[in-house]
């Protein structure tokens, strides 16, 4: 929905109110760009509808009454299982209203806000199939969309597969080339925009919404569109003139064939996109070959899984464990965990791809030339402060474990005080008490394991978990998936001890912190993945 849109509260119609003799208003929807979107009811076929009533300002404005006529008749026209169907028109003295099918469900937007950038492909590819069959259908009915964004794609929850129905065909028309269009009304167009839109709004035609496709696909990819400036200006010139990023920069696992159909769907010139919708289908269906129907669906965990990010990830059941030097009982749900902690190389790659730099001057150590030496590309990566843990988490489609995760895949529930048992460490099961100058190979002590089969939890680097430091929490907290996920400068737990320290900071509850900025050749991190 639109911010700062021409629409005033006392502008909006109380509940009761009847429209042209049949349709009772019942609620208010939400407000856009044109006007208001309510749900009423119409008395005359005894149905639920949804009534876009176009404000006042804009319907007293003869020009736009005359558009109204002409692009409502074409909408009319268009019938499509993926598209909302509109039934009816208004046009009285008073009111400029779409009747239209009263979709019950969440927009494509706030589906996509509900992935936060980790939506599954499987699930991109049903959503994005069924709006290509209705532009496909729009298109070869000589309309044109031209405002295609995930505001007005609606999902309705029908048994479990969502079915998508894309609305406002045309709608944008009634108003392009008039005032209105710059004074807030499509700013929530703006990030969708092709370039041609902005530039000759004239000679668009079925490829600008190519264009928004290719946007919008970006954004169920990643959770964030291409281009995400202010200003309206600033937008339209970065789809005139910049070059879009690639959505791998934003997600680890994006299928080289999706970033290929979106760069091409995104390029300046109209001539150079997928030529039409089903070319657009078919590339889309090619790149997410590999991804199966129903991922939700299946019933299994395997108990490991091999991550896009290059790493092994071993699967840790729900149930309690005894937490703390005083074994206090506490539940956790299931997850994955990484085998070995993120390595240089790891590390490189998501630098490399993402672009990320730490947001203060005092570098990653060894990354200073954003490549660590070979020889320690197999290393655990350090030098990274928790922001650059939690950003790498993030990238990967994961997350930092919590303090309560990281121990119980370190000691299992049988209370044990180093992840192999009780004997007392030695240089076969982790490398500690400056036994070495510095890290060593990720799993390099494979009798140093866990229950789980785990490596690495004890010596060679401290590694950053979710939680701020409290001792407090960690004694008495919740005893159902604690976690005490802070997001200001507090100090951040790390666990499972160093090179750096002695043997007692090995023991599977042994815990220190540090600032969240801090630094250190001595501390690294690992991630976890839901099941
Ligand atoms: N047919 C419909 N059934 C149910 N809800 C709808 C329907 N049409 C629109 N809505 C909802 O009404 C709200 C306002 O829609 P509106 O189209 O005015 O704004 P928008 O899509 O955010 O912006 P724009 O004006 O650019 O289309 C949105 O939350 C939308 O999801
Ligand atoms: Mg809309």
């Given at each position: 929905m639109?911010?700062?849109a021409?629409?005033s509260v ?7 109110t009847l ?9 208010l929807?939400?407000?856009g ?5 309510y ?12 009534l876009?009533?176009?404000h006042?300002n ?11 006529a002409?692009?409502a008749?074409?909408?009319r026209s ?5 598209v909302v ?12 209203a ?11 937007a706030?589906?996509i806000?509900?992935?936060n950038g980790?939506?599954p492909?499987?699930?991109?590819r ?9 532009i ?5 009915n ?7 964004k995930p ?10 597969e ?25 700013l ?5 925009m ?11 035609s079925y ?5 928004s ?6 954004e169920m ?9 202010d ?5 339209m ?6 070059q ?13 064939g999706?970033?290929?159909?979106i760069a091409q769907?995104?390029s ?6 997928p ?54 009982k506490?539940?956790v749900d299931?997850y ?5 902690p ?5 590390f ?12 203060h001057?005092?570098?990653?150590g060894?990354?200073?030339d ?6 320690l590309?197999?290393?655990p ?5 928790w ?12 997350s ?7 121990e ?8 044990r005080k ?5 004997i ?7 490398n ?9 190979r ?12 785990v490596?690495?939890?004890a010596?060679n ?25 802070v997001?200001g400068k ?18 599977t509850?042994?815990?220190s ?5 801090v630094?250190?050749q ?7 993945r839901?099941?």
């Amino acid at each position: 929905m639109l911010h700062g849109a021409p629409v005033s509260v006392s502008h909006l119609l109380p509940p009761g109110t009847l429209i042209s003799g049949v349709y009772a208003i019942d609620a208010l929807i939400g407000t856009g760009g044109m006007g208001a979107v309510y749900r009423a009811h119409d008395r005359a076929r005894e149905r639920e509808v949804a009534l876009k009533i176009i404000h006042p300002n804009l319907a007293s404005d003869a020009e736009i009454r005359r558009r109204f006529a002409r692009e409502a008749r074409l909408m009319r026209s268009l019938v499509h299982p993926n598209v909302v169907s509109v039934y009816d028109f208004i046009q009285d003295e008073r009111f400029l209203a779409i009747v239209m099918e009263n979709v019950e469900g969440p927009t494509l937007a706030q589906e996509i806000r509900r992935w936060n950038g980790q939506m599954p492909y499987a699930h991109i590819r049903t959503i994005m199939s069924a709006m290509l069959h209705a532009i496909a259908e729009a298109h070869r009915n000589g309309i044109v969309h031209r405002d295609i964004k995930p505001d007005n794609v609606l999902l309705r929850m029908d048994r479990k597969e969502p079915v998508p129905k894309v609305v406002d065909f045309g709608v944008a028309k009634i108003l392009e080339g008039t005032v209105y269009t710059v004074t807030g009304a499509m700013l929530g167009t703006c990030r969708y925009m092709a370039p041609e839109q902005v530039e000759s709004p004239d000679l668009l035609s079925y490829p600008a919404d190519v264009y928004s496709l290719g946007v919008t696909l970006f954004e169920m990819i990643t959770g964030r569109c291409p281009f995400e400036h202010d200003s309206h200006f600033a937008l339209m010139m970065a789809h005139v003139r910049d070059q879009a990023p690639s959505p791998a920069s934003y997600r680890a696992d994006v299928p080289r064939g999706l970033c290929e159909l979106i760069a091409q769907a995104m390029s300046k010139r109209p001539d150079q996109r997928p030529r039409d919708c089903s070319e657009f289908f078919d590339k889309l269906h090619a790149a997410l070959a590999h991804v199966d129907a129903q991922p939700t669906e299946a019933v299994d965990t395997p108990s490991t899984l091999r991550d896009a990010d290059g790493g092994e990830l071993v699967l840790v059941p729900g149930g309690f464990f005894g937490m703390g030097q005083e074994r206090r009982k506490v539940y956790v749900d299931p997850y994955y965990i990484d085998r070995l902690p993120v390595t240089n190389r790891q590390f490189a790659k998501f630098l490399d791809v993402t672009g990320y730099r730490p947001s203060h001057n005092d570098f990653f150590g060894h990354f200073a030339d954003a490549r660590p030496p070979e020889q320690l590309m197999q290393h655990p990566a350090v030098h990274v402060s928790w922001y650059d843990a939690y950003a790498y988490a993030q990238w990967a489609g994961k997350s930092l474990p919590s303090e309560a995760q990281w121990e119980k895949a370190a000691r299992g529930t049988d209370g044990r005080k180093y992840p192999w048992g009780k004997i007392a460490p030695d240089a076969t099961r982790a490398n500690y008490g400056l036994m070495r100058r510095g890290t060593v190979r990720v799993g390099s002590h494979p009798a140093g394991a866990s229950p789980y089969g785990v490596q690495d939890m004890a010596g060679n680097v401290w590694e950053w978990c979710l939680d701020g430091d409290s001792a407090d929490f960690y004694a008495h907290g919740p005893s159902h998936n604690p976690c005490n996920h802070v997001t200001g400068k507090e100090r951040r737990v790390v666990r499972g001890g160093a090179f750096l320290y002695d043997a007692h900071s090995v023991r599977t509850f042994s815990r220190s912190s540090f600032e969240p900025a801090v630094r250190s050749q001595a501390i690294g991190f690992r991630c976890i993945r839901r099941v």
